[in-house]
């Protein structure tokens, strides 16, 4: 008992020294020691970091209208000219065309020594980004190594959905960080904690008849909540991950619903049902579904004559795929004309996919939408439905058991295997006769990649040769792309490029257009030996070669995404004439990952005292490793990389 009283002792000094922090700061006055303060001792290698910042919300009546007010205030050590980045600053302003979102009361100044050099009006710009968004952006004037720079604003929202949280992580460390909100009790927002830090302060208290509007006679207690972190490491994205918001440390607020003052309720989180409902109704979707028949007799004839359920869907995928180009737009839930993009052959997310699904219906083939959000765009919320989450639409289909997901606006996925950017891991099946459902948007094709490489050095040290590259999946598609539009002539010179003595002889393609097979590329090769050179160093892996570590930091709290379990595959065959010997080789090695992750295992064999074979596999068996995999992985790639490094030796007799 007397442990467990420490602890709440402990956690309310915390909070009320932070609170006075947030209380009690005073614009305009920075420390002697802020000044002084040469680098940040929990992490030294940063350019600069935020010593203090705040938020602070209210509701308020402005004009008679309800505001919701935001006071920020922010202050920065800046150690050097790499944290002058640091220094500019931009405001995002959401607007429609009955309102729009302020900034107002923006001070600031940059502190060096004694010298204070305020921000002037005319160094603040205003923007139109989007119809929907205005941008507020300025740079802090006279920044030199040293400075410390401090700014405070409000921003004024009528929108009652725009209570918008608080980030507490960003890409610089931070020593302590605040977020203050006192929300009339008639606003109901769900709340989500993001991340993987935990809050130093959590706490809320209820203030009596808080706020009143004027007309009415009730009133409504508030609830204050304070939130604060500190010693905040900075966010460092890598390699091999999604979205950096699904990750990054921050509060979010979602309006659920809205009490008015006369005891009308009026309900912001819908349920997924109303949103089935909606959906079959709305134009832009739902509407576009209707017009099923307009498919029918636009399909090639012989599409009819197929018996295969299969062969006919994947005949009407291509058709459907090789008719349209996407104009890059993503756009699901407005501008969808379907009658229009299939006059014009162009088309966004939306009407390529719809039209797909459309024709496979017009076919007879069961085809379902789904509701994706993209690697790029965030993990969608599953508590309740968040539509504003989604971003793409893919199709589904399933067909002797197996289920497929279709997307028909990139002209390299073959059927069934999804664009990267949408292995995202959810969907939302939107069953226009039943009722929706989640789905896990799993790739069914692995990725794979294969070198298979057969050399001779003949007895004047020439090297000669065949390199025949296979690519599978998702490898497949990213060759493809690499070399559309390219010439064999470019080919050839962009080979040889990574290496100093090597040239190209002949350069064949197989498969290029034929996206169910692998990509096939077979390179003849010559190392004319110029120098007379007795010895040779042979790296066996080419193209192939893993150079540095993808994975640097010392721990990772966030997953590992590669999207697709992948291989990589090598096989090496190498002939010397009698007057050479082989004097080293790569030892063999074998290392796995746990839990089947993965698996290394590169062997050298000796044939004759004339051929030498080298074999190597590289195996990443899943799509995501979670944190507690991160050391294995890193490892795993280290060792990778030690012996790809070592070359095989040959020496003249």
């Not at 979010?252 to 409902?277: M, N, P, S």
């Not at 690499?482 to 197989?510: A, C, G, P, Q």
């Not at 944190?627 to 070359?647: A, C, G, H, R, V």
Request: with cysteine; proline share 4%.
């Amino acid at each position: 008992m007397k442990k467990i009283a420490t602890l709440i002792i402990t956690l309310l000094l915390i909070s009320t020294t932070i609170a006075q922090n947030f209380d009690n700061y005073k614009f305009g006055i920075v420390s002697k020691e802020e000044l002084d303060l040469k680098k940040y001792d929990k992490d030294t290698l940063a350019n600069a970091v935020v010593l203090f910042e705040m938020g602070a919300t209210t509701f308020d009546l402005k004009n008679d209208k309800i505001i919701i007010s935001t006071k920020f205030y922010k202050k920065i050590k800046l150690f050097n000219s790499n944290g002058f980045e640091h220094g500019t600053f931009s405001i995002k302003l959401y607007k429609t065309n009955n309102a729009r979102e302020e900034v107002i009361d923006i001070k600031a100044i940059t502190h060096n020594g004694f010298t204070k050099t305020y921000l002037n009006k005319s160094q603040i710009f205003k923007d139109k980004l989007t119809e929907n968004v205005n941008e507020v952006k300025f740079t802090m004037p006279n920044l030199k190594d040293g400075s410390v720079i401090e700014l405070e604003y409000t921003v004024d929202s009528p929108f009652k959905f725009n209570l918008t949280g608080w980030k507490f992580q960003s890409s610089i460390p931070k020593v302590y960080s605040i977020y203050k909100a006192s929300i009339p009790g008639n606003y109901y927002y769900n709340r989500i904690l993001n991340g993987y830090l935990k809050l130093d302060v959590n706490s809320s208290d209820i203030k009596k008849d808080c706020f009143r509007v004027p007309g009415y006679v009730n009133t409504a207690n508030c609830e204050n909540v304070t939130y604060a972190i500190k010693d905040i490491p900075a966010f460092t994205p890598e390699d091999y991950m999604t979205n950096e918001e699904n990750f990054i440390s921050k509060i979010k607020f979602e309006l659920a619903d809205f009490i008015w003052f006369d005891g009308r309720k009026q309900k912001y989180t819908t349920t997924w049902e109303a949103v089935d409902r909606e959906f079959k109704t709305d134009k832009n979707i739902g509407g576009q579904f209707k017009k099923t028949n307009f498919f029918k007799d636009k399909l090639p004839p012989e599409i009819d004559t197929i018996t295969s359920e299969l062969d006919k869907a994947k005949a009407i995928y291509s058709y459907i795929q090789s008719y349209y180009t996407w104009n890059k737009k993503y756009n699901i839930f407005k501008d969808i004309d379907i009658k229009e993009s299939y006059k014009t052959k162009i088309g966004n997310v939306g009407e390529i996919n719809i039209s797909l699904i459309n024709s496979l219906k017009a076919a007879n083939i069961n085809c379902d939408l789904v509701l994706i959000s993209t690697r790029e765009n965030g993990f969608p919320t599953k508590l309740h439905p968040v539509i504003s989450d989604f971003n793409y639409i893919i199709a589904k289909t399933t067909i002797n058991n197996t289920t497929y997901f279709l997307d028909a606006t990139d002209k390299f996925t073959p059927f069934g295997t999804l664009p990267f950017r949408c292995l995202n891991k959810d969907g939302r099946v939107m069953d226009f006769e039943n009722d929706s459902y989640w789905t896990d948007i799993i790739p069914i094709e692995n990725s794979k990649s294969q070198l298979n490489v057969d050399l001779k050095l003949d007895e004047n040290g020439t090297i000669t040769g065949k390199i025949k590259k296979l690519s599978f999946g998702y490898d497949a598609i990213s060759e493809r792309k690499k070399i559309e539009n390219r010439s064999i002539e470019y080919l050839m010179s962009d080979f040889e490029k990574d290496f100093n003595k090597l040239e190209v002889t002949d350069y064949k393609i197989e498969n290029k257009d034929n996206l169910n097979e692998p990509l096939i590329q077979i390179i003849d090769i010559v190392i004319e030996n110029k120098t007379n050179a007795t010895t040779h160093l042979i790296n066996p892996y080419f193209t192939e070669q893993f150079k540095q570590n993808p994975f640097k930091q010392n721990k990772r709290l966030y997953p590992v995404n590669f999207g697709h379990p992948k291989k990589y595959v090598v096989n090496f065959m190498l002939e010397i004439p009698e007057n050479y010997k082989i004097e080293s080789f790569p030892n063999n090695v074998a290392i796995s990952l746990p839990e089947n992750g993965g698996k290394f295992i590169h062997t050298t064999k000796k044939f004759s005292n004339s051929k030498l074979g080298l074999f190597s596999t590289i195996t990443i068996n899943k799509a995501v490793y979670y944190n507690s995999d991160y050391e294995f992985l890193q490892e795993y790639f280290k060792q990778i990389i030690i012996t790809q490094k070592q070359p095989i030796s040959i020496k003249i007799i």
